[in-house]
């Protein structure tokens, strides 16, 4: 009897304990990223709220650069108009429509292949005048692309200090998930040093963007695009290789003008397989995936975001297309490799600079081990 006792007496601790602490225990953080290609369990996706730059933000010239001349033409009509407001001529529906028409296609998808979403808390023009100040508005805000505000390595939650203004307050619909996630104590929760919201951007200050961060286990790819006023600089690279230490190895890649991030050229739909664009790495390949299976793609195919796909797991992955780019060609690519592809149109989100993998943010991506990857 003493010993029927004793067992009922562990079992009633055990349920006491929080789940994230019984998590850490089980050697699964709450919040973990290995692989680029590794099985999505979790992942944040954007909300369709935001207000375009004003013309007088003195950085919105050269982050037209990015866009094609058809949108950076848009951009300046649309300047300083929330999305609420913008109403497509053909459509008769609003950005903000249109952006979660998109959002929630996708979601059916990631759904479908057993991925957990979460959504930010909604900002609002009233919260940014409360909690910044009217005068960043200057600046826009997006909340549509929630990749850049962070990046997940390992257990390591890094907030980042953006070099594009527009989504310098996003991370503010992040707080009840963050706080929630990271209460694990097997996670580390940390930012950059961040810069004043209206300071013009530095080449010494340390700025980085999670579109430039890619993943690929033990090594960590960093994109530093030559445009000086959007995308991750190489004093942003070179924090982040202080900051993980000899844990990892963080490599520099240096892109052209045209291209805003790394994720714009390069995709990892698994491992030893490539998307990629060539002619936007300024030092040639990275000697990482120089040797992979490879599938090119044209300068003129990345501006319309062809590349920023979502690889879900290595048997599936999520691709965008848009009235200017059916994206045919790498879906064929893709499946001549074994690669269900699911399509999903996100011409809105394409006109904003940005595609599925913006859109996202992962919170669990786990490669499941094999004895290529040493497991």
């Known amino acids: 009897m003493k010993n029927i006792i004793m067992f009922l007496c562990a079992v009633l601790a055990f349920a006491w304990i929080p789940v994230c602490a019984r998590s850490a225990n089980a050697g699964?953080?709450?919040?973990?990223?290995?692989y680029e290609y590794g099985d999505l369990k979790e992942v944040i996706v954007g909300l369709p709220y935001g207000m375009s730059p004003s013309l007088e933000a003195k950085w919105f010239a050269d982050a037209l650069k990015v866009l094609p001349k058809d949108e950076a033409d848009y951009a300046r009509k649309t300047a300083g108009m929330l999305w609420t407001e913008m109403i497509n001529p053909e459509t008769g529906k609003s950005?903000?429509?249109?952006l979660e028409e998109e959002n929630q296609a996708f979601i059916a998808i990631l759904k479908s292949l057993g991925v957990k979403v979460y959504r930010p808390t909604e900002i609002t023009v009233d919260f940014i005048k409360e909690h910044y100040g009217g005068d960043v508005l200057l600046n826009g805000f997006s909340q549509d692309f929630p990749r850049d505000n962070?990046?997940?390595?390992?257990?390591?939650?890094?907030?980042?200090?953006?070099?594009?203004?527009?989504?310098?307050?996003d991370i503010s619909g992040f707080r009840n998930i963050l706080s929630e996630k990271c209460s694990d104590p097997t996670v580390k929760w940390f930012s950059m040093p961040h810069t004043e919201l209206l300071k013009p951007a530095s080449a010494d200050t340390p700025f980085l963007e999670g579109g430039?961060?890619?993943?690929?286990?033990k090594t960590v790819l960093v994109g530093n695009t030559q445009n000086p006023s959007v995308g991750s600089n190489e004093a942003g690279y070179q924090w982040l290789k202080n900051i993980l230490g000899n844990q990892y190895k963080v490599n520099r890649v240096r892109l052209i003008e045209s291209v805003l991030h790394l994720d714009c050229v390069l995709s990892v739909p698994r491992r030893g397989l490539a998307i990629i664009c060539e002619e936007a790495f300024v030092d040639g390949l990275p000697k990482e995936i120089k040797n992979w299976d490879l599938i090119r793609v044209r300068l003129e195919d990345v501006k319309r975001l062809a590349v920023n796909g979502v690889p879900?797991?290595?048997?599936?992955?999520?691709?965008?297309?848009?009235?200017?780019?059916?994206n045919r060609y790498?879906?064929?690519?893709?499946?001549?490799?074994?690669?269900?592809?699911h399509r999903v149109f996100f011409g809105t989100h394409n006109g904003q600079g940005g595609s599925l993998r913006c859109a996202t943010q992962p919170l669990k991506r786990k490669v499941k081990m094999t004895k290529a990857h040493g497991g």
Do not use: C, W
């Open 150 to 169: 962070m990046a997940v390595v390992g257990s390591n939650v890094i907030e980042f200090n953006l070099r594009t203004p527009i989504r310098k307050v």
């Open 95 to 98: 950005e903000t429509k249109m």
């Open 212 to 217: 430039d961060v890619i993943v690929l286990g």
């Open 312 to 326: 879900v797991n290595s048997r599936n992955y999520i691709l965008s297309y848009n009235r200017h780019n059916d």
């Open 28 to 34: 699964e953080p709450s919040v973990y990223v290995d």
């Open 330 to 341: 790498i879906q064929a690519e893709l499946e001549k490799r074994g690669i269900r592809v």
